[in-house]
């Protein structure tokens, strides 16, 4: 079993769709979470950290759950320059980053 | 300012050849990072420096790959007798310090293609 595991897609949504991504991670002494977004042949690229408390940064909004060690990313009123790879990754304090296998939107017209 | 850089941009070679790739670090991070990425997969770790030492080398896949640091700032990656499935893109990131909630900034990585 992969550590960070998430549905590859692609989703395909409409321009202003909300859509959401899920991830789950297995290590539970895992300590600080993230999304990356990649976008294709470039590097990857923080697009928010997740807290428990939950966080939001304009369109996008984070969700962390520790009891069940689910982090979740919802993207509101879609852009087609949202169209990307978006990575869950886990630090598990070795200071290494484990990344999932990424979720690929394209957002059409 | 200037981000982390990584030479080459693009490296082919044929299968037994020898490959040493660059990364140049954001000016003050102390810790950097190489990270592999295949095709339709996320990156995965390979080894960690904090200063000139290698702090966590657990994901180098075997003992063709070597990593040094040698005045804490550039790093080299070297890959002895390159086999087609070293084929990936390396990516190398550096944090201000280390620690699970510094930023890691990534540079554009090196694409590797072994023949």
């Known amino acids: 079993r992969k550590e960070v595991e998430q549905d590859p897609g692609p989703f395909n949504v409409p321009e202003g769709a909300t859509v959401a991504f899920n991830c789950t991670y297995s290590?539970?002494?895992?300590?600080?979470f993230f999304w990356y977004r990649q976008d294709c042949r470039k590097e990857p690229k923080l697009l928010m950290s997740?807290?428990?408390s939950g966080n939001e940064d304009g369109r996008f909004t984070a969700q962390l759950n520790r009891a069940s060690q689910y982090i979740s990313l919802l993207i509101r009123d879609s852009k087609l320059s949202d169209s990307a790879t978006y990575l869950c990754?886990?630090?598990?304090?070795?200071?290494?980053?484990?990344f999932g296998t990424g979720t690929r939107l394209q957002v059409f017209p | 300012g200037a981000g982390v850089s990584q030479t080459p941009s693009n490296k082919v070679t044929e299968k037994g050849k020898y490959v040493e790739l660059r990364c140049d670090p954001i000016?003050?991070?102390?810790?950097l990072y190489w990270y592999r990425q295949s095709l339709g997969q996320g990156p995965e770790f390979l080894i960690y420096?904090?200063?000139?030492?290698?702090?966590?080398d657990s994901g180098l896949p075997n003992d063709r790959f070597f990593a040094v640091r040698p005045e804490g700032s550039v790093s080299t990656l070297k890959i002895q007798r390159t086999e087609r499935g070293d084929s990936a893109v390396y990516l190398c990131?550096?944090?201000?310090?280390?620690?699970?909630?510094?930023?890691?900034?990534f540079g554009p990585g090196t694409r590797l293609t072994v023949l």
């Open positions: 990131a550096s944090s201000l310090n280390r620690g699970a909630y510094n930023e890691q900034f």
């Open positions: 290590n539970s002494a895992s300590q600080s």
């Open positions: 997740v807290y428990s």
């Open positions: 990754v886990v630090n598990s304090n070795t200071d290494k980053l484990i």
């Open positions: 000016s003050g991070h102390t810790a």
């Open positions: 420096f904090q200063g000139t030492g290698a702090a966590d």
